[in-house]
């Protein structure tokens, strides 16, 4: 599939799985597909915005109007009518900006990076470790669940759990990769901020804005400089 297919899916929200992780991994690697992706979201934010102050004009303006005419006999069923209108314009409205939250997991979601475990690619020295993140980068993240569970003596054991709750979270298997976010964060590594943020978005895939907001406040307070400008964009579109 073409780039420019893919990105059109993705607005429509009829990405599948294999298309979501083709996707994310674009996002990641590739800049000037990631650019795209920003610049049509800002356009679309924009038309959004632009949306919502015209209908907001318009139903000012057919207040006024029903209030000049409300000693009319029609009283009853122009003020009928104005609820219909509003509800007809406030229906939708709603509609997309559910829409808009399920959207921002989407926009937001790329597994984290390993950047505490460096691979031995050289067969003389593979280990467990080596394996477990092997399969993790390759994107094959059921192949390093199993690697993972198998690893039991390492030093920094419980920073794996934060590389397993990211498998889980691009495997679809949100309550349990929230969970394992939740088991790290009972623990002090260097990795431990960083859990809020992928917590966060979990959350938002559950459409539970109240502690998706409530992990990113937690990431920015923490002073991680990781995902600050990203959880602080976020938090924003959430309130």
Excluded: C
Aim: proline content about 2%; aromatic content about 10%.
């Amino acid at each position: 599939m073409n780039q420019e297919t893919l990105i059109e899916k993705f607005f429509e929200h009829q990405l599948s799985d294999q298309e979501q992780e083709h996707f994310s991994k674009l996002l990641l690697n590739d800049p000037d597909f990631a650019a795209e992706v920003a610049f049509l979201q800002q356009v679309g934010t924009a038309a959004e915005q632009k949306e919502e102050q015209r209908l907001k004009k318009e139903l000012q303006q057919v207040e006024v109007q029903w209030w000049n005419r409300r000693v009319s006999q029609k009283k009853y069923l122009k003020w009928a009518g104005i609820a219909a209108l509003i509800l007809l314009f406030i229906i939708p409205f709603t509609k997309n900006k559910t829409e808009d939250v399920k959207a921002l997991f989407q926009s937001y979601y790329s597994p984290a990076v390993n950047v505490t475990f460096p691979i031995e690619r050289s067969e003389a020295t593979a280990t467990k470790i080596t394996n477990a993140f092997t399969a993790y980068e390759m994107g094959d993240y059921e192949k390093a669940l199993v690697e993972f569970s198998t690893i039991s003596d390492l030093k920094g054991q419980q920073q794996l759990l934060y590389y397993e709750a990211n498998a889980l979270l691009a495997l679809g298997r949100t309550e349990a990769a929230i969970e394992k976010f939740k088991q790290h964060l009972t623990h002090t590594d260097v990795l431990t901020n960083r859990s809020h943020w992928y917590l966060a978005l979990a959350y938002i895939k559950k459409k539970d804005s109240k502690n998706a907001k409530q992990e990113l406040r937690a990431l920015l307070n923490s002073g991680e400089a990781f995902k600050k400008v990203e959880a602080s964009s976020l938090l924003k579109k959430l309130e």
